[in-house]
């Protein structure tokens, strides 16, 4: 499993835009091998900002660096240009390889 991830730093006068923008946008994870899930997650406030994380998880690490140069991430991504006054500086990337992993226990 290799989980990739963006923080944004969302001032609290933008966040409703900056939500809406991700909610509206046309995704093409699901057309991609690979692909698991994904989240977009609202942290704390905290001095007047917002922290939001996209939160993506893929069976591999290749699969995912597949999608970062797929025509599929250039049509999710088009309206990207127009975040960048919604959010403080550059999206922070951070991508994990999974060393454990423990499922919640199914009921018989």
């Known amino acids: 499993m290799y989980l990739a991830m963006n923080r944004f730093n969302v001032p609290l ?5 900056f939500e ?3 909610l509206t946008r046309e995704s093409k ?3 991609m091998d690979g692909f698991v899930s994904f989240h977009m997650l609202k942290g704390p406030e905290e001095d007047g900002r917002i922290l939001y994380a996209s939160h993506t998880v893929w069976q ?7 999608w970062t140069t797929s025509e599929e991430f250039r049509v999710s991504h088009a309206r990207a240009g127009q975040s960048r006054k919604l959010h403080e500086g550059a999206p ?3 991508g994990f390889k999974a060393i454990q992993k423990i499922d919640a226990l199914q009921s018989a």
């Open 13 to 17: 006068e933008h966040a409703a835009e």
């Open 20 to 22: 809406e923008l991700w």
């Open 29 to 31: 994870l699901q057309d």
């Open 60 to 66: 591999t690490e290749e699969c995912f660096r597949a």
């Open 92 to 94: 922070r990337f951070e």
